[in-house]
């Protein structure tokens, strides 16, 4: 991680803290519709965080690739990135 590191950590403090309020949700049997609704809260700032790495990938790993000029490093990278927004669709 290089330019989104702070920003992504905190995404992820916060989600945190989000998943532990689901939990005493849960305990407390509170309604589901409730319950999903959070759930769909931290899908979508999961999703945040996601976007947040894939963009610092495409910034700094695949920029380097480019900037190398080494075409075999240049399809790596691009196969990668690639794989993980096929994976980032679900």
Same mark, same amino acid.
């Given at each position: 991680?290089?330019?989104?590191?702070?920003?992504?950590?905190?995404?992820? !403090?916060?989600?945190?803290? =989000?998943? !532990?309020?689901?939990?005493?949700?849960? %305990?407390?049997?509170?309604?589901?519709?409730?319950?999903? /609704? =959070?759930?769909? *809260?931290?899908?979508? &700032?999961?999703?945040?965080? %996601?976007?947040?790495?894939?963009?610092?990938?495409? &910034?700094?790993?695949? %920029?380097?690739?480019? &900037?190398?000029?080494?075409? *075999? =490093? =240049?399809?790596?990278?691009? /196969? %990668?990135?690639?794989?993980?927004?096929?994976? &980032?669709?679900?």
């Amino acid at each position: 991680m290089h330019g989104n590191r702070d920003a992504t950590l905190k995404r992820l !403090r916060r989600l945190e803290g =989000q998943v !532990r309020g689901v939990a005493r949700m849960v %305990e407390k049997d509170r309604y589901c519709v409730d319950i999903l /609704t =959070q759930i769909a *809260a931290i899908r979508a &700032a999961l999703k945040g965080v %996601e976007k947040l790495v894939i963009d610092d990938h495409a &910034a700094h790993c695949i %920029e380097d690739a480019v &900037a190398s000029g080494d075409p *075999a =490093q =240049q399809r790596e990278k691009f /196969t %990668e990135l690639l794989e993980l927004l096929d994976k &980032a669709r679900g």
